[in-house]
């Protein structure tokens, strides 16, 4: 089983709607991950949280905002998000940033927008 | 630019049917390349990281190889549990140290 626990697992919101899709992982690691993954497509970066800092932001829209309460958590806040965001949130860690570390992902959130 | 190419795109085997998925790649740097197996609407699961060429990691039915441009996925007797998208990805040494995957292999074992 992961070690990388999303909630929640399905989503449907409108496009007027605020929702969050939350993260835990209990692993110890200090970098985090937004990924997103349409289907049949390998999953995108979005974000990178690295000692609880945006390290990196893959020029995501401003109606995907993260936030990273503390080492274990991330949270992802969906507003006026658009049908063309329908698709797999997955979270993901790795013990640090640095090249050659593992990153183990989640099972995913399923997000359709409505 | 970094890129990783997965053949072939689908594979259909039979039960017990060896066979191997291919992972071909450019980086500048190669820092680690990760085989990750995916079930439908499930997140990727880690499988094996290779860091250098010549180095090889086993896993029940699974074997990953490496070379300087390519990796191997060796399925030995694959079960019908083993059919999956199976990921590859590498890491470069750059200022992001993105995890740049291919397009996967959907693999369908049959009974």
């Known amino acids: 089983d992961t070690e990388v626990t999303q909630t929640p697992k399905h989503l449907v919101m409108g496009m007027t709607n605020k929702k969050s899709l939350k993260c835990e992982q209990h692993?110890?690691?200090?970098?985090m991950y937004w990924y997103k993954q349409k289907a049949k497509k390998p999953p995108e970066l979005m974000f990178v949280y690295s000692y609880e800092k945006l390290s990196i932001n893959e020029s995501v829209p401003s109606r995907f905002s993260p936030e990273c309460p503390n080492s274990s958590l991330l949270n992802l806040h969906l507003h006026a998000l658009q049908p063309e965001d329908s698709a797999l949130y997955l979270c993901?860690?790795?013990?640090?940033?640095?090249?050659?570390?593992?990153?183990?992902f989640g099972e995913g959130s399923w997000l359709t927008v409505v | 630019e970094d890129q990783v190419t997965q053949s072939p795109e689908a594979l259909r085997l039979q039960e017990g049917e060896s066979s191997s998925l291919n992972c071909s790649y450019t980086?500048?740097?190669?820092?680690?390349l990760f085989w990750y197996r995916q079930d439908p609407g499930k997140g990727p699961e880690f499988l094996f990281t290779?860091?250098?060429a010549g180095e090889e990691k086993e896993k029940e039915r699974l074997k990953a190889t490496l070379t300087k441009k390519e990796s191997f996925l060796h399925i030995t007797a694959p079960k019908p549990e083993d059919s999956a998208t199976y990921l590859c990805a590498v890491r470069n040494g750059g200022a992001t140290n993105k995890l740049i995957f291919g397009t996967g292999t959907l693999l369908a074992v049959q009974p």
């Open positions: 980086v500048s740097g190669l820092r680690g």
């Open positions: 993901a860690s790795s013990q640090d940033s640095g090249a050659g570390n593992t990153i183990y």
């Open positions: 290779l860091y250098s």
């Open positions: 692993m110890g690691h200090r970098a």
